[in-house]
């Protein structure tokens, strides 16, 4: 059969999916990395078929670049497609929520919805127009779209293919659309949320009934564990997430044999493209390993080391870049930013994690400036730390640890503590054995067959 993935074309946002994609090349299928054109802001990527063929996929890279209609101003109406305090005001009141559930909610409307929004405005952009009308020529008979990638469902529905969402975040929309679907049963009267109205307009365009499974899916593929899953009523399909990090040389010094314990040190390569400094969070990072008996390999670039100008410690090496899978398998322990793909890397490999994490909430507003947008990030964490260091304690793995209320002292403590007691070693093995119990890509093709075949036009 052919299959095409529907990807914000963005790495953090396609690399998860590769995986999936071999698995179903391997068994012969044919695949497709569909994606509109990128551009060069930090939010996409310019060269996104690069990133694509490096991985030995086929890109159908779609449509002319065009500024994002939000993040670029590149929609006459950007302005409303901007979240705002007061839309979370009144759907936190009209849907109830508790804590746990606001903070689903701003995850949904200020990361998810607005991202959406980019390349869905009210106006049909060209580029995803263009990626319907591949879907239209090329005929694939599933479709796996991103859910911050919705025009995938629509260009799956107009092509008359089989579609569901590939998760690359715990699964916020089906939450809220859910809680929705719930209050309305109950008599409330929930106005139209951010997503639906942000797919209308492409959906009306191909003369289509806007329905849940253009929201949705016709069912989901989660690739996270337990303690990362929302509830949602949607169908799903568990696989296990086989991290792809990326190709490179290993370097020489990599498997040299050292007498002391090697820590890795990755906070992320997205955030760093389009914010600068890192809150101080390396520098008392740096602080904590400097009188350590170990060694530290840190993914750092200029920009993150821009809050410790007197440099790095004699005991650490920093490299811009290395694949985690080279890395992870030659330590004994691993320091992040608490992204999903980067637990996924130290869950696969077994290795203890420490995650970097805050007590604030996560939310992003922006308001209009002369001259662009100026973003009211209140947060100085990961999207998901919070939840991926819940998860790391929860199974005895390695702790979270947070550089705005613990010392320098305090976060070396731990370091040390999840080197020096097995029990860390004991709850990331733990953690391993429960990711190798879920059916990996190789072993859902079937299933992702037999679906397809129940519910393509």
Request: net charge negative.
């Amino acid at each position: 059969m052919r299959v095409m993935f529907c990807v914000f074309p963005a790495p953090a946002h396609f690399l998860p999916l590769v995986s999936y994609a071999w698995a179903l090349q391997a068994a012969g299928h044919e695949v497709r990395i569909a994606a509109p054109s990128g551009q060069d802001t930090g939010i996409t990527s310019v060269d996104f078929d690069r990133v694509v063929t490096a991985t030995g996929l086929i890109p159908a890279v779609c449509g002319e670049p065009e500024p994002l209609a939000v993040h670029d101003r590149g929609h006459p109406g950007w302005l409303d497609l901007l979240p705002t305090e007061a839309e979370t005001a009144r759907f936190s009141k009209v849907l109830d929520l508790d804590a746990a559930g606001l903070h689903v909610w701003e995850m949904f409307h200020c990361f998810q919805v607005l991202a959406a929004r980019d390349y869905h405005p009210p106006k049909p952009r060209q580029d995803v127009l263009a990626l319907v009308d591949f879907a239209v020529e090329w005929r694939p008979d599933l479709v796996l779209w991103d859910p911050w990638l919705p025009g995938g469902a629509v260009a799956a529905r107009v092509s008359g293919a089989a579609h569901a969402r590939v998760l690359n975040a715990p699964d916020y929309s089906g939450f809220v659309l859910d809680r929705i679907a719930r209050r309305r049963a109950e008599g409330v009267d929930v106005p139209e949320d951010p997503l639906t109205a942000t797919v209308r307009p492409l959906a009306e365009h191909f003369g289509l009934t806007l329905d849940e499974e253009l929201l949705l899916g016709q069912w989901t593929v989660d690739p996270f564990p337990d303690g990362l899953r929302l509830p949602s009523r949607v169908p799903s399909v568990s696989v296990r997430n086989v991290p792809f990090n990326g190709a490179a040389p290993a370097p020489d010094w990599l498997h040299t044999p050292s007498d002391r314990p090697r820590i890795g040190l990755s906070l992320g390569v997205s955030v760093r493209k389009f914010m600068k400094g890192d809150w101080g969070r390396t520098a008392k990072l740096l602080d904590a390993v400097a009188d350590l008996d170990v060694d530290v390999i840190a993914t750092l670039d200029k920009n993150q080391l821009a809050d410790r100008p007197a440099g790095v410690p004699s005991n650490v090496r920093t490299v811009d870049y290395i694949p985690l899978n080279q890395l992870l398998p030659t330590c004994a322990a691993l320091i992040h930013h608490g992204s999903t793909g980067t637990f996924a890397s130290a869950t696969a490999f077994g290795v203890p994690q420490l995650i970097c994490d805050t007590d604030e909430p996560v939310r992003c507003y922006g308001k209009p400036t002369e001259d662009g947008i100026e973003w009211r990030f209140d947060c100085q964490k990961q999207l998901t730390a919070t939840e991926t260091a819940e998860v790391v304690t929860r199974h005895g793995a390695g702790f979270r640890i947070d550089h705005q209320k613990q010392s320098a002292e305090e976060i070396r403590d731990r370091v040390r503590r999840v080197l020096e007691e097995p029990s860390h070693a004991e709850g990331a093995a733990a953690l391993r054995r429960g990711w190798l119990a879920t059916p990996g890509p190789t072993e859902i093709v079937g299933v992702l067959e037999r679906l397809t075949a129940e519910n393509r036009a």
